[in-house]
């Protein structure tokens, strides 16, 4: 039971990737619409509410919840979906989307040293060469032609970080009982209302020009707040913040390639070498696991 669990989480935890991997595509549309990055994660949030207020109530037939679970739901929320996408959108502003990946992706290698720290989780060999297989095939996504703004740097740096905050608290998040779609409707109105005051207060809030515009803010936000964040939320649940941290990093080949299908983008010899080596940090953790997981039945044979 416990394998089959651990097998759902890194199939969840790989398509959250790959959704995750649209949101540039998306964006790119949507900006282009007159959006600017802060409305862009508060659409995001407000859209998904309805969609995700039926299917969590289809699911447990009720919207209460353990008013205990608020401040730590508020904690993941605000961490996770809404901090860490407007930094990481706001750099965009600044420095081009591969050199803001390269800063961003430092959380799989954070998540394993503050898990060692704050939670005293065991680092073990193939982890860490997973890890430094991920790192570096990250690194191969950036142009040491570009220039490097500090502000977007910085940006997208926090963004990296804000990100390990979330993925380490939801790993421990402690009424893992609340269904995945509920969770993330209390996420969501979370963040939308704090996004409301901060997009009021700063003036920044923005509407899509047409039609078509607020049709891709739906889209994103099903996409991501629906179908990406729900996924790992649960598979991070199924598996622990080192396994999905990794594993998460499918959603940069996905930007990339989907560039590439639809915007023309050119795949060179170091994306090509940067995503064989992100797929390889993936493959390695399973393969770590699978041989863990031999041995482990091994011993309690022989016992």
Avoid at 49 to 74: E, H, R, W
């Amino acid at each position: 039971m416990k394998n089959k669990k651990v097998l759902i989480g890194y199939i969840f935890v790989i398509l959250s990737g790959i959704l995750f991997g649209s949101m540039p595509l998306m964006a790119d549309y949507i900006y282009r619409e007159g959006v600017n990055s802060l409305s862009l994660v508060f659409w995001r949030n407000i859209l998904s509410i309805p969609i995700l207020g039926v299917l969590a109530y289809f699911q447990t037939g009720s919207l209460k919840i353990n008013p205990k679970a608020l401040p730590s739901i508020t904690f993941v929320g605000m961490s996770g979906c809404c901090i860490t996408p407007f930094l990481l959108f706001s750099s965009y502003n600044y420095i081009a989307s591969g050199t803001a990946t390269v800063f961003h992706f430092i959380y799989p290698a954070m998540v394993v040293v503050g898990g060692a720290i704050f939670f005293k989780q065991k680092v073990s060999p193939g982890r860490l060469l997973s890890v430094a297989a991920c790192i570096a095939g990250i690194c191969m996504f950036y142009n040491p032609g570009e220039p490097l703004d500090l502000t977007g740097s910085a940006l997208a740096l926090l963004s990296g970080i804000a990100y390990t905050a979330y993925i380490l608290l939801l790993s421990k998040f402690k009424y893992k009982e609340i269904s995945g779609f509920l969770f993330s409707f209390y996420i969501s109105l979370i963040s939308t209302a704090a996004l409301l005051v901060i997009c009021l207060v700063s003036g920044q809030l923005t509407f899509p020009q047409t039609l078509g515009g607020w049709g891709m803010c739906v889209l994103f936000a099903l996409a991501v707040n629906v179908g990406a964040v729900v996924l790992f939320q649960r598979g991070t649940f199924y598996i622990d913040a080192q396994r999905a941290a990794i594993l998460s990093t499918t959603e940069p080949i996905t930007s990339i390639f989907l560039g590439a299908l639809f915007l023309n983008e050119k795949i060179g010899l170091r994306t090509g070498i940067g995503s064989f080596l992100v797929l390889l940090a993936s493959v390695l953790i399973a393969v770590f696991d699978i041989s863990k997981t031999k041995k482990t039945k091994k011993d309690q044979a022989k016992a």
